[in-house]
Protein backbone atom coordinates (compact mmCIF):
# COMPACT_ATOMS: atom_id res chain seq x y z
CA UNK A 1 0.00 0.00 0.00
CA UNK A 2 2.75 2.43 0.97
CA UNK A 3 4.87 2.18 -2.05
CA UNK A 4 1.64 2.03 -4.38
CA UNK A 5 0.65 5.14 -2.70
CA UNK A 6 3.87 6.54 -3.51
CA UNK A 7 3.96 5.53 -7.28
CA UNK A 8 0.24 7.08 -7.38
CA UNK A 9 1.76 10.25 -5.99
CA UNK A 10 3.59 10.84 -8.97
CA UNK A 11 0.49 10.84 -11.28
CA UNK A 12 -0.32 14.06 -11.38
CA UNK A 13 2.94 14.95 -12.96
CA UNK A 14 3.01 12.42 -15.74
CA UNK A 15 -0.68 13.70 -16.33
CA UNK A 16 0.30 17.27 -16.47
CA UNK A 17 3.57 16.31 -19.02
CA UNK A 18 1.44 14.56 -21.02
CA UNK A 19 -0.84 17.37 -21.77
CA UNK A 20 -3.61 14.83 -22.84
CA UNK A 21 -6.81 15.17 -22.31
CA UNK A 22 -7.82 13.61 -19.06
CA UNK A 23 -10.43 10.32 -21.13
CA UNK A 24 -7.53 9.88 -23.32
CA UNK A 25 -5.09 9.81 -20.66
CA UNK A 26 -7.48 7.29 -18.88
CA UNK A 27 -7.58 4.87 -21.72
CA UNK A 28 -3.85 5.18 -22.31
CA UNK A 29 -3.55 3.78 -18.68
CA UNK A 30 -5.69 1.26 -19.13
CA UNK A 31 -4.21 0.11 -23.10
CA UNK A 32 -0.21 0.90 -21.80
CA UNK A 33 -0.88 -0.87 -18.39
CA UNK A 34 -2.45 -4.15 -20.09
CA UNK A 35 0.32 -4.12 -22.65
CA UNK A 36 2.98 -4.13 -19.32
CA UNK A 37 1.24 -6.69 -17.55
CA UNK A 38 1.11 -8.79 -20.57
CA UNK A 39 4.82 -8.52 -21.73
CA UNK A 40 6.07 -8.98 -18.68
CA UNK A 41 4.06 -12.25 -17.60
CA UNK A 42 4.99 -13.69 -20.76
CA UNK A 43 8.90 -12.78 -20.51
CA UNK A 44 8.91 -14.61 -16.92
CA UNK A 45 6.36 -17.61 -18.68
CA UNK A 46 3.79 -16.73 -16.12
CA UNK A 47 0.80 -15.92 -18.03
CA UNK A 48 -1.31 -18.58 -16.46
CA UNK A 49 -1.36 -15.93 -13.64
CA UNK A 50 -3.74 -14.09 -15.85
CA UNK A 51 -6.46 -16.78 -15.61
CA UNK A 52 -9.81 -16.23 -13.33
CA UNK A 53 -11.85 -19.09 -12.29
CA UNK A 54 -15.15 -18.65 -13.67
CA UNK A 55 -16.93 -17.67 -10.41
CA UNK A 56 -14.71 -14.99 -9.73
CA UNK A 57 -15.45 -13.13 -13.44
CA UNK A 58 -18.28 -11.41 -11.68
CA UNK A 59 -16.09 -9.58 -9.14
CA UNK A 60 -13.22 -8.68 -11.43
CA UNK A 61 -15.73 -6.81 -14.39
CA UNK A 62 -17.44 -5.34 -11.35
CA UNK A 63 -14.29 -3.57 -9.71
CA UNK A 64 -12.94 -3.09 -13.56
CA UNK A 65 -16.06 -0.48 -14.60
CA UNK A 66 -16.12 0.44 -10.56
CA UNK A 67 -12.38 2.01 -11.12
CA UNK A 68 -13.43 3.72 -14.69
CA UNK A 69 -16.25 5.26 -12.89
CA UNK A 70 -13.64 6.48 -9.93
CA UNK A 71 -11.30 7.59 -12.38
CA UNK A 72 -13.86 9.46 -15.16
CA UNK A 73 -16.27 11.14 -11.91
CA UNK A 74 -12.85 12.15 -10.23
CA UNK A 75 -11.69 14.02 -13.58
CA UNK A 76 -15.08 15.19 -14.03
CA UNK A 77 -15.35 16.64 -10.46
CA UNK A 78 -12.46 18.52 -11.28
CA UNK A 79 -14.28 20.58 -13.87
CA UNK A 80 -16.21 22.29 -10.84
CA UNK A 81 -13.79 22.47 -7.92
CA UNK A 82 -10.50 23.45 -6.54
CA UNK A 83 -7.65 20.04 -6.39
CA UNK A 84 -7.63 20.78 -2.86
CA UNK A 85 -11.11 20.55 -2.30
CA UNK A 86 -11.78 17.58 -4.96
CA UNK A 87 -8.86 15.60 -2.96
CA UNK A 88 -10.37 16.54 0.75
CA UNK A 89 -14.01 15.76 -0.38
CA UNK A 90 -12.63 12.65 -2.12
CA UNK A 91 -10.66 11.55 0.75
CA UNK A 92 -13.76 10.58 2.64
CA UNK A 93 -13.52 7.42 1.06
CA UNK A 94 -11.46 5.98 3.61
CA UNK A 95 -14.65 6.83 5.94
CA UNK A 96 -16.63 4.82 3.62
CA UNK A 97 -14.69 1.90 3.34
CA UNK A 98 -14.56 1.43 7.28
CA UNK A 99 -18.45 1.51 7.10
CA UNK A 100 -18.86 -0.87 4.52
CA UNK A 101 -16.17 -3.10 6.08
CA UNK A 102 -17.62 -3.21 9.31
CA UNK A 103 -21.60 -3.25 7.73
CA UNK A 104 -20.97 -6.16 4.58
CA UNK A 105 -17.33 -8.11 5.48
CA UNK A 106 -18.27 -7.73 9.67
CA UNK A 107 -14.34 -6.62 10.19
CA UNK A 108 -13.62 -4.97 13.20
CA UNK A 109 -13.22 -1.27 13.59
CA UNK A 110 -11.27 -0.21 16.13
CA UNK A 111 -11.88 3.41 17.95
CA UNK A 112 -7.60 4.03 17.40
CA UNK A 113 -8.30 3.52 13.03
CA UNK A 114 -11.29 5.67 13.24
CA UNK A 115 -9.87 8.17 14.86
CA UNK A 116 -6.27 7.79 13.04
CA UNK A 117 -8.24 8.05 9.90
CA UNK A 118 -9.72 11.56 11.35
CA UNK A 119 -6.65 13.10 11.83
CA UNK A 120 -5.22 12.06 8.28
CA UNK A 121 -8.61 13.50 6.64
CA UNK A 122 -8.08 16.68 8.72
CA UNK A 123 -3.95 16.66 7.73
CA UNK A 124 -5.04 16.18 4.07
CA UNK A 125 -7.29 19.63 4.69
CA UNK A 126 -4.46 21.74 5.74
CA UNK A 127 -1.85 20.44 3.50
CA UNK A 128 -4.43 21.29 0.85
CA UNK A 129 -4.70 24.68 1.60
CA UNK A 130 -8.06 24.70 3.68
CA UNK A 131 -9.62 28.38 3.39
CA UNK A 132 -8.33 29.20 -0.14
CA UNK A 133 -10.82 27.36 -2.31
CA UNK A 134 -12.93 30.68 -2.80
CA UNK A 135 -16.46 29.85 -4.59
CA UNK A 136 -16.99 28.39 -7.98
CA UNK A 137 -20.50 27.77 -9.97
CA UNK A 138 -21.61 24.29 -10.06
CA UNK A 139 -19.71 23.62 -6.57
CA UNK A 140 -22.62 21.34 -5.70
CA UNK A 141 -22.26 19.46 -8.66
CA UNK A 142 -18.73 18.60 -8.10
CA UNK A 143 -19.09 17.74 -4.73
CA UNK A 144 -21.52 15.13 -5.48
CA UNK A 145 -19.73 14.10 -8.19
CA UNK A 146 -16.41 13.76 -6.22
CA UNK A 147 -18.68 11.99 -3.19
CA UNK A 148 -19.63 9.15 -6.03
CA UNK A 149 -16.17 8.48 -7.10
CA UNK A 150 -15.28 8.11 -3.14
CA UNK A 151 -18.24 5.76 -3.12
CA UNK A 152 -16.99 3.69 -6.26
CA UNK A 153 -13.31 3.52 -4.83
CA UNK A 154 -14.79 2.25 -1.63
CA UNK A 155 -17.01 -0.41 -2.73
CA UNK A 156 -13.55 -1.38 -4.72
CA UNK A 157 -11.74 -1.87 -1.56
CA UNK A 158 -14.85 -4.43 -0.19
CA UNK A 159 -14.69 -6.56 -3.57
CA UNK A 160 -11.11 -6.79 -3.45
CA UNK A 161 -11.54 -8.16 0.22
CA UNK A 162 -14.55 -9.96 0.05
CA UNK A 163 -13.20 -11.84 -2.85
CA UNK A 164 -9.60 -11.54 -3.25
CA UNK A 165 -8.28 -12.57 -7.13
CA UNK A 166 -5.07 -12.63 -8.05
CA UNK A 167 -4.05 -9.36 -8.09
CA UNK A 168 -2.07 -9.75 -11.76
CA UNK A 169 -4.91 -10.73 -13.28
CA UNK A 170 -7.20 -8.06 -11.69
CA UNK A 171 -4.78 -5.78 -12.93
CA UNK A 172 -4.50 -7.11 -15.97
CA UNK A 173 -8.23 -7.52 -16.92
CA UNK A 174 -9.26 -4.26 -15.43
CA UNK A 175 -6.66 -2.48 -17.68
CA UNK A 176 -8.20 -4.24 -20.79
CA UNK A 177 -11.95 -4.21 -20.15
CA UNK A 178 -11.14 -0.02 -19.88
CA UNK A 179 -8.89 -0.15 -23.24
CA UNK A 180 -12.11 -1.54 -24.91
CA UNK A 181 -15.18 0.04 -23.15
CA UNK A 182 -12.80 3.52 -23.67
CA UNK A 183 -11.99 3.00 -27.09
CA UNK A 184 -14.15 5.14 -29.32
CA UNK A 185 -12.82 7.93 -27.58
CA UNK A 186 -9.23 7.96 -29.42
CA UNK A 187 -11.10 7.14 -32.44
CA UNK A 188 -13.47 10.19 -32.84
CA UNK A 189 -11.55 12.73 -30.82
CA UNK A 190 -8.27 14.62 -31.60
CA UNK A 191 -5.00 12.86 -30.15
CA UNK A 192 -1.55 14.24 -29.68
CA UNK A 193 0.71 14.31 -32.06
CA UNK A 194 4.16 14.71 -29.80
CA UNK A 195 6.43 11.51 -29.31
CA UNK A 196 7.11 12.69 -25.69
CA UNK A 197 3.26 12.99 -24.95
CA UNK A 198 3.21 9.22 -25.48
CA UNK A 199 6.09 8.72 -24.11
CA UNK A 200 4.25 10.17 -20.71
CA UNK A 201 1.08 8.81 -21.25
CA UNK A 202 2.63 5.11 -21.61
CA UNK A 203 4.58 5.53 -18.45
CA UNK A 204 0.94 6.06 -16.56
CA UNK A 205 0.16 2.85 -17.91
CA UNK A 206 3.31 1.06 -16.74
CA UNK A 207 4.65 2.98 -13.58
CA UNK A 208 0.89 3.87 -12.19
CA UNK A 209 -1.65 1.77 -13.65
CA UNK A 210 0.52 -1.91 -13.98
CA UNK A 211 2.84 -1.88 -11.52
CA UNK A 212 0.80 0.42 -8.90
CA UNK A 213 -2.59 -1.40 -8.93
CA UNK A 214 -1.10 -4.91 -8.35
CA UNK A 215 0.89 -3.40 -5.40
CA UNK A 216 -2.27 -1.79 -3.76
CA UNK A 217 -4.45 -5.13 -4.58
CA UNK A 218 -2.13 -7.18 -3.10
CA UNK A 219 -2.28 -4.76 0.30
CA UNK A 220 -5.88 -4.95 0.25
CA UNK A 221 -6.34 -8.15 -0.21
CA UNK A 222 -3.99 -9.07 3.03
CA UNK A 223 -5.26 -5.92 5.47
CA UNK A 224 -8.65 -5.73 6.81
CA UNK A 225 -10.89 -2.52 5.50
CA UNK A 226 -10.01 -0.59 7.81
CA UNK A 227 -6.50 -0.57 7.74
CA UNK A 228 -6.50 0.00 3.89
CA UNK A 229 -8.63 2.71 4.36
CA UNK A 230 -5.81 4.42 6.69
CA UNK A 231 -3.18 3.85 3.64
CA UNK A 232 -5.28 5.50 1.39
CA UNK A 233 -3.71 8.89 2.53
CA UNK A 234 -0.22 7.98 1.14
CA UNK A 235 -1.25 9.03 -1.85
CA UNK A 236 -2.65 13.00 -1.54
CA UNK A 237 0.72 13.28 0.42
CA UNK A 238 2.73 12.04 -1.68
CA UNK A 239 1.28 14.25 -4.50
CA UNK A 240 1.76 17.22 -2.29
CA UNK A 241 5.19 16.48 -2.30
CA UNK A 242 5.64 15.74 -5.57
CA UNK A 243 4.52 18.90 -6.57
CA UNK A 244 6.39 21.00 -4.21
CA UNK A 245 9.76 18.77 -5.56
CA UNK A 246 9.16 19.37 -9.22
CA UNK A 247 7.42 22.17 -9.85
CA UNK A 248 8.59 24.14 -6.92
CA UNK A 249 5.06 24.46 -5.25
CA UNK A 250 6.65 25.25 -1.55
CA UNK A 251 4.80 24.22 0.75
CA UNK A 252 3.13 26.87 3.38
CA UNK A 253 4.00 25.84 7.14
CA UNK A 254 0.02 24.98 7.86
CA UNK A 255 0.44 22.91 4.52
CA UNK A 256 3.72 20.75 6.16
CA UNK A 257 1.70 20.94 9.40
CA UNK A 258 -1.31 19.15 7.65
CA UNK A 259 1.23 16.69 5.71
CA UNK A 260 3.04 15.75 9.34
CA UNK A 261 0.05 15.28 10.89
CA UNK A 262 -0.83 12.69 8.12
CA UNK A 263 2.58 10.90 9.10
CA UNK A 264 1.62 10.82 12.37
CA UNK A 265 -1.53 9.22 11.77
CA UNK A 266 -0.61 6.40 9.37
CA UNK A 267 2.49 5.64 12.15
CA UNK A 268 0.37 5.82 14.77
CA UNK A 269 -2.27 3.28 13.20
CA UNK A 270 0.49 0.81 12.58
CA UNK A 271 1.18 -0.83 15.96
CA UNK A 272 -2.57 -2.22 16.28
CA UNK A 273 -2.27 -3.71 12.90
CA UNK A 274 0.96 -5.10 13.77
CA UNK A 275 -0.15 -6.44 17.41
CA UNK A 276 -3.48 -8.02 15.77
CA UNK A 277 -1.24 -10.07 13.19
CA UNK A 278 1.06 -11.58 15.91
CA UNK A 279 -2.48 -12.42 17.77
CA UNK A 280 -3.95 -14.06 15.04
CA UNK A 281 -0.19 -15.54 14.58
CA UNK A 282 0.78 -16.47 17.96
CA UNK A 283 3.82 -18.96 16.26
CA UNK A 284 5.64 -16.11 14.23
CA UNK A 285 8.00 -14.51 15.41
CA UNK A 286 7.78 -11.40 17.17
CA UNK A 287 10.29 -8.49 16.28
CA UNK A 288 11.48 -6.31 19.67
CA UNK A 289 9.78 -3.52 20.56
CA UNK A 290 12.90 -1.37 19.88
CA UNK A 291 12.99 -2.40 16.49
CA UNK A 292 9.50 -0.66 15.25
Not at 48 to 75: K, Y
Not at 86 to 95: E, K, S
Not at 147 to 157: K, N, P, Q, V, W
Not at 206 to 214: E, I, P, S
Request: with cysteine; hydrophobic share 60%; glycine share 8%.
Amino acid sequence: MLAGGVLLGSMGVFLHESGAHAVLAVWARCLTGALALLAGLALFGRLSMLRVPRAQWTVVAAISVLMLCNWGLFFWALRWLPIGLATVVFHVQPFMLMALGGLLLREPVRTAQVTAAALALLGLALASGLGNWGSRPHLALGLVLCLCAASCYALIGVLARWRPVNPWALSFWQCAIGAVLLLPWPLTQPVPTQVAAWLWLSALGVLHTALAYVLLYQGMARLQPAQVALWQFVYPGAALLFDALVYGQVLTPLQSLGVALMGFALWWARPAATLKKAASNPTAPTAPSHDR
